[in-house]
Structures are given as C-alpha cells and as structure tokens.
T-cell receptor
Framework: EDQVTQSPEALRLQEGESSSLNCSYT??????LFWYRQDPGKGPEFLFT???AGEEKEKERLKATLTKKESFLHITAPKPEDSATYLC????????????FGQGTILTVHP | GAGVSQTPSNKVTEKGKYVELRCDPI?????LYWYRQSLGQGPEFLIY????????DSGLPNDRFFAVRPEGSVSTLKIQRTERGDSAVYLC??????????FGPGTRLLVL
C-alpha cells in the first residue's frame, strides 16, 4: 500500500526566510511524485511532477527535489502570497490513475 | 481554456437523504477522478474513470456510494442514505491518460 507522510504539519516563516517542506513516501514502483498547492476553500493547484531520483524542478521561489525515499519542496525568500497548504502525492506502479496524498503542510508567511 | 467545474459548490442535506454531485471535466480529458477531503487531511481517492468505465473503484467506502459517467464526459457521484460522517469536500479531477490531474474547486457537503 502506498503511503505518504509530510512534515512539518505547519510552518510559520517571516517574509524572506527560506525553508523546506518534507514528503516521505513508500510506494511500489514510483510512476510519479506530485506537489500541489491548495488555498482555503479551493481545489488543489498543480505545481510539479517528479519521476526519478535526482530530478529537480523549479518555479519562481519554489524548487522540488526527489530521492528514492523522500521529496523536498524548497521555498526561497518566501512572500505572504506563498501562504497555503502544500500537498504531496504519489502514483504507484500498480495504482494507475490513483494518487495517494499526504496530509499536507500548512505554510504561513508573515510580512 | 475552462478548467474542471463542479456543481453545486455547497450542499446541505439531512441524514438519510440522497445527494448527487456533478463534475464537468476539462474538454478532451478522457480520465476522470473523484476524491474526498476531510478537514485537515489530504484528498482520499474514491474512483477513477477511463472513458465511460470505472477503471478503479477501490476507494468507494461502501455501497451507498456510486458514480457514473455515461457518455465519457460529465460524471455524477451519488450518495444514498447520507450519514453525518459523509460530510467532507468532494473533489473531482481530470487528465489525459497518464498525465497530470487537474482539480476542480470541490463540492462542500454537510449532512445534518
């Protein structure tokens, strides 16, 4: 059974204070690891897909990395508008369409 | 282009009643997914359609839950004899086969 654990559950940062969010996973044959952002009252918004260990992807202040056991979402010089819940999900080799999500990390960036 | 749309955005019902939740996927997406999200949790998989057929319904919690996609586009999630524990946000996503899933805004269901 695929499993995803995210840490920390909540993270409070000052504007400009860089940090990282962790996503640990167990999966039988990783087909993809996904990062989504979710604002209150809205559906998840796609950020990145990573497919193999060593892969990295960047978008503005966000950078996602992947190893065989975990993924990190690095946030460089965050702004208040980066405040949201960040969700990590995996798609396993026998899961086809199904995504297994972690519980999310609630990020709050104070001005 | 238009994203995934879901109706209604909010639904309040009484315990024991029947509800239907609708999802309109992104045009051209043949794959459609339903998830359920409880407060403070990540989305939990319910069912996956490829075209008109349910390719994986392993996440449906019991036989009170049923979903259809008769023409391979719009899907309806049906819940019979609703219980208070069914209260959650029901999310729909769509994709091209094997590609990124794009989510709708969700339907917030409250069972009193």
């Amino acid at each position: 059974e695929d499993q995803v654990t995210q840490s920390p559950e909540a993270l409070r940062l000052q504007e400009g204070e860089s940090s990282s969010l962790n996503c640990s996973y167990t999966v039988s044959g990783l087909r993809g690891l996904f990062w989504y952002r979710q604002d209150p009252g809205k559906g998840p918004e796609f950020l990145f897909t990573l497919y193999s260990a060593g892969e990295e992807k960047e978008k503005e202040r966000l950078k996602a990395t992947l190893t065989k056991k975990e993924s990190f979402l690095h946030i460089t010089a965050p702004k208040p508008e980066d405040s949201a819940t960040y969700l990590c999900a995996v798609q396993g080799g026998t899961s086809y369409g199904k995504l297994t999500f972690g519980q999310g990390t609630i990020l709050t960036v104070h001005p | 282009g238009a994203g995934v749309s879901q109706t209604p955005s909010n639904k309040v019902t009484e315990k024991g009643k029947y509800v239907e939740l609708r999802c309109d996927p992104i045009s051209g997406h043949t794959a459609l997914y339903w998830y359920r999200q409880s407060l403070g949790q990540g989305p939990e998989f319910l069912i996956y359609f490829q075209g008109t057929g349910a390719a994986d319904d392993s996440g449906l919690p019991n036989d009170r839950f049923f979903a259809v996609r008769p023409e391979g586009s719009v899907s309806t999630l049906k819940i019979q004899r609703t219980e208070r524990g069914d209260s959650a946000v029901y999310l729909c996503a769509s994709s091209s086969p094997g590609e990124t899933q794009y989510f709708g805004p969700g339907t917030r269901l409250l069972v009193l």
